[in-house]
């Protein structure tokens, strides 16, 4: 299976992505001026500063040309995963419910924190244990949602570092097929830089699509 | 072009007010004579403001560059050294390590934020200037007492905030540093970014320019009226009163636009589109041009008419001054520019051609035009190497200069409440709350974050070739330099490679920044002179090359001079990441030893500062084989996996060095301190506690074991880590409320 990692002019963990998605499958960049997404059967919107995070984190991305073929990918029901910034971005975009706020410290915030997978049920978490160990890095990653929504992961009880709504950490769409959260599992593949947790994240990907194939 | 010549559009003819407007901007009279002599008039007004900047102490060097010549700065790995826009060793198989410490001291004691963020946006540029990706950033900070001092707590959150700011946004993870407190620096706080980056040898590129007829092409932001001034007015005159006032002249960074001009740099060069580059940075298009100019040995023309501006009506002497942030100037043939315009468009990063190359040869001359006119002419070297070096006037001082504070501890304090207060010091506290706030594992390479060894461990993973990875550490403690300069200043050199060998690194190249008080004063004069020579034997010792650096000076308030504070930073490299050390104790049952010829002594301790004592009092001398001999020792077990632990004994001495330990790995140790060593007293970069398997430590001096849940010092105290961890934790946070 092939990933395709969005790169927008000031994403910062794109070739992190790429590299983490690369020990999966194929992975490819792809640029955020071109419309074609290169055959990729899911999509990943990496970690950074798009576009200075100016205005509001991912305000300005989520206009950007290969966004038009992302919205219609997710659509059709093609996978795809927001990290950090990517998680942003596809609430800018209507994706996914809800809105990315200030943490509660008003501070950048870098820790390795426990994150529990609430709903193993899906195709991002279906290879996932109970419990990962994942880094968080970012100043906007308190989830908000007026609406009920479905939660995929959540800070384990003591972990929550941006005061965010009910321990949120990802949440997917209804259907399922797009996933946002603010850890980053594209920085737990190795041994060597930390845990190796976050693999089943980008494995769980290869599974079901491996799946859709057969069928 | 005469300088009476009628186009000459920008010269005054008033040169009563010019002679004025010299000192103004910094020129003293006799370094005026010496511009209207060489060029047989009046300088104007851009004339004026270019070289006001040029010979300004930022720039020209002119008080420390006969003392930086002693300092080493050959070897067999150095592939850029001194004078380019920062230093490059050879790392084998086509891979290079580029790297640099700079202070942005001024401007951050004038608008924090602002100033730290650019501080780490120059230092990048520094380094991808020369064909580098940056990998990691580190930092240095100083500042006043935060106990008493609201404004030193203001200052560091907002440096840490505009550190983080900066780091974050554009990519490259911050992965340690430094922190320290003294009064001294309530005035003039010190904030020294280092970079280090990597690239293939083949990319590198010099900034010297060359051929008449190729283009300068000027990339990145728009120039604005940021900064003007900030060179001479700023960077090289003593704080006072009024600083608000200097607002202006602190730039403003965009890590955005760094982030596009970083990538779109990087392109250019691997497409081979560029003849050389060099960022812009004090001084603007005056220094960048002119020191390309002189490198090459040619001319320049740039038409300030071609600059795109940010706003109207700037003129055209505030275009060449101008401090914007996020510029890059490079040398293009006239066939290529096309294909550069290209590139940059697709990074949407300005790129306009300003200028080009005119003569070879060593009357060349910098023209400045305005839409075709000349508004300025000036000799090359008269710009760049004809500013007056003037000889220190160094005098010892008979006591100390710095007085001692208010004791924070009881007369006759127990050992625990020693140990309690040194782990609550600010100085030695955990820096937990500061670097949470920076991105330390973006790029995917972090092997060693910070708390968990001495030094940050970048891997090399492919496709840079092998699977080595890069040590690096920051190290300068003034407090110590100011008691006795020469050991102080080479003791900092021995305890940034200690950290480095913690990790299993060998230590390659070392950059500095001087931070001292004002020059012409005799006795920073002898701090300066004494420090530098401390550098020079201890490199020469370690066998280092000094490959770039900077030099801070008049960091000097009405109290006088900071402490005199030479930061260096250090770069080495380990042969497998999988085995980098780390600091904590890891395993109940472990032998924990004392590696390398240990003397401590109380004078210029922290404890003595808690004890209200001034900075004073002969540092331990080093026995410098002896030194080395455990530098190499740990090293070497560090890589064959006999330790599981390695630290190197700094401040708060051989107690907070074992607690320190315990905490790191939340586990306790019973020690058994060596007959008649002070717990507390210090002598950095010389011994390392040490843990391992019983059999592997075998041969090492013993000093205890790894376990349980408190650490025991035989004789002395016993404490639960958990409430040694409680201190060391949370003193700073309390801080940075």
């Known amino acids: 299976m092939k990933f395709g990692i969005v790169r927008f002019p000031g994403s910062c963990d794109d070739v992190d992505a790429l590299d983490a998605a690369a020990r999966v499958g194929d992975a490819e960049l792809l640029w955020y001026r071109d419309r074609d997404l290169r055959g990729a059967d899911a999509i990943v919107i990496p970690g950074g500063f798009s576009y200075g995070d100016y205005l509001r984190a991912g305000a300005i991305a989520r206009f950007a040309p290969v966004m038009e073929a992302v919205i219609e990918f997710a659509a059709a029901g093609g996978l795809v995963l927001g990290i950090c910034n990517g998680f942003q971005v596809l609430c800018e975009a209507g994706l996914l419910p809800g809105a990315l706020l200030c943490n509660t410290s008003l501070r950048f915030v870098f820790r390795q924190v426990l994150v529990d997978v609430a709903d193993p049920h899906t195709p991002f978490t279906r290879a996932a244990p109970p419990r990962l160990s994942l880094p968080v890095k970012h100043a906007t990653g308190r989830y908000y949602s007026p609406e009920p929504v479905r939660v995929v992961l959540r800070y384990a009880p003591g972990e929550n570092p941006n005061g965010s709504q009910d321990e949120i950490a990802g949440v997917c769409n209804e259907a399922g097929n797009v996933l946002g959260l603010m850890p980053h599992p594209e920085h737990a593949v190795d041994p060597l830089t930390g845990s190796t947790d976050g693999l089943a994240i980008f494995e769980s990907i290869r599974a079901h699509v491996g799946d859709l194939v057969q069928a | ?737």
Request: aromatic content about 4%; overall charge negative.
């Open chain 2, 1 to 737: 072009m005469s300088a009476t010549s009628s186009r000459h559009r920008g010269l005054s003819g008033d040169s009563q007010r010019n002679a004025a407007r010299h000192r103004e901007l910094g020129l003293s009279d006799h370094e005026y004579e010496l511009i209207v002599t060489r060029l047989g008039r009046e300088p104007n007004e851009v004339e004026l403001a270019m070289l006001s900047l040029m010979w300004s102490e930022h720039c020209a060097y002119k008080h420390s560059k006969r003392l930086l010549r002693r300092l080493p700065t050959d070897g067999p790995r150095v592939l850029a050294g001194p004078g380019e826009n920062a230093g490059a060793l050879d790392l084998g198989g086509d891979l290079a390590l580029v790297f640099k410490v700079e202070s942005h001291n001024h401007p951050t004691a004038v608008e924090p934020f602002q100033g730290a963020a650019t501080g780490v946006g120059g230092i990048l540029r520094d380094v991808f200037a020369l064909g580098a990706r940056p990998i990691a950033v580190l930092d240095s900070l100083r500042f006043g007492d935060p106990s008493s001092s609201e404004r030193s707590r203001y200052l560091l959150e907002q440096t840490v905030a505009g550190i983080g700011h900066y780091g974050n946004s554009i990519g490259v993870p911050t992965v340690g540093g430094e922190i320290y407190f003294d009064p001294s620096y309530e005035q003039n706080c010190l904030v020294d970014a280092m970079c280090v980056g990597l690239g293939p040898r083949r990319r590198l590129i010099r900034s010297a320019a060359a051929g008449p007829g190729n283009v300068l092409v000027l990339l990145g932001a728009l120039t604005g009226r940021d900064g003007i001034g900030g060179a001479s007015v700023l960077a090289s005159s003593e704080l006072g009163d009024g600083d608000e006032a200097k607002r202006p002249s602190v730039q403003i960074g965009d890590p955005f636009a760094e982030k596009k001009l970083l990538e779109c740099c990087l392109e250019l060069l691997d497409r081979g589109l560029l003849i050389s580059l060099q960022d812009l940075g004090a001084a603007g298009l005056t220094s960048a041009a002119s020191e390309m100019a002189s490198k090459g040995g040619v001319g320049v023309d740039i038409d300030v008419g071609s600059v795109p501006l940010r706003g109207p009506g700037m003129a055209p002497f505030e275009i060449m001054v101008s401090e914007s942030q996020e510029r890059m100037l490079c040398v293009v043939a006239p066939d290529r520019v096309a294909a550069v315009l290209d590139v940059c468009e697709r990074w949407e990063t300005l790129a306009t051609p300003v200028g080009k190359i005119t003569e070879r040869g060593a009357g060349a001359r910098f023209r400045v035009l305005d839409h075709g006119d000349s508004v300025g002419e000036l000799p090359v070297a008269l710009l760049v190497d004809e500013c007056p070096l003037y000889e220190l006037q160094p005098a010892a001082p008979q006591s100390s200069l710095y007085p001692g504070t208010a004791p924070v501890l009881s007369p006759k304090p127990a050992p625990a409440e020693i140990l309690l207060a040194l782990l609550r010091s600010p100085n030695i506290a955990s820096r937990r709350p500061v670097f949470e706030q920076y991105d330390p594992v973006v790029q995917s390479r972090t092997v060693r974050r910070p708390e968990q060894a001495d030094a940050a461990v970048l891997a090399l993973a492919p496709p840079d070739a092998g699977a080595g990875a890069i040590a690096v550490s920051i190290d300068g403690n003034g407090r110590r330099v100011a008691c006795d300069p020469r050991a102080g200043a080479a003791e900092a050199v021995f305890e940034c490679a200690a950290n480095l060998a913690c990790v299993g690194a060998e230590p390659l190249g070392l950059t500095n920044c001087l931070n001292f008080g004002n020059p012409e004063k005799p006795h920073v004069a002898w701090q300066l002179q004494e420090a530098v020579e401390g550098l020079r034997a201890a490199c020469e010792a370690l066998a280092l090359p000094v490959v770039g650096g900077n030099v801070s000076l008049y960091n000097e308030s009405p109290d006088g001079p900071i402490l005199p504070t030479p930061v260096v930073g250090i770069v080495g490299k380990l042969p497998d990441a999988a085995r980098a050390g780390q600091l904590g104790f890891a395993r109940a049952g472990d032998a924990i030893a004392l590696v390398g010829p240990f003397a401590p002594r109380r004078a210029g301790s922290e404890l003595a500062r808690l004890q209200g004592e001034a900075p004073a009092g002969a540092l331990a001398r080093k026995h410098v084989p002896a030194v080395l001999e455990a530098h190499a020792q740990v090293r070497s077990m560090v890589r064959s996996g006999a330790l599981r632990s390695a630290h190197d004994v700094a401040e708060g001495g051989l107690a907070v060095a074992v607690a320190e330990c315990c905490i790191a790995g939340g586990v306790g140790a019973r020690v058994r301190l060596p007959d008649g060593i002070d717990p507390f007293g210090e002598d950095l970069g010389s011994a390392f506690v040490v843990s391992g398997d019983p059999q592997a430590l075998a041969g090492l001096p013993l000093i205890g074991a790894v376990g349980g849940e408190r650490l025991v010092l035989d004789g002395l105290l016993e404490m639960d880590v958990e409430e040694l961890r409680e201190a060391y934790g949370g003193a700073l946070g309390q801080l940075l409320r």
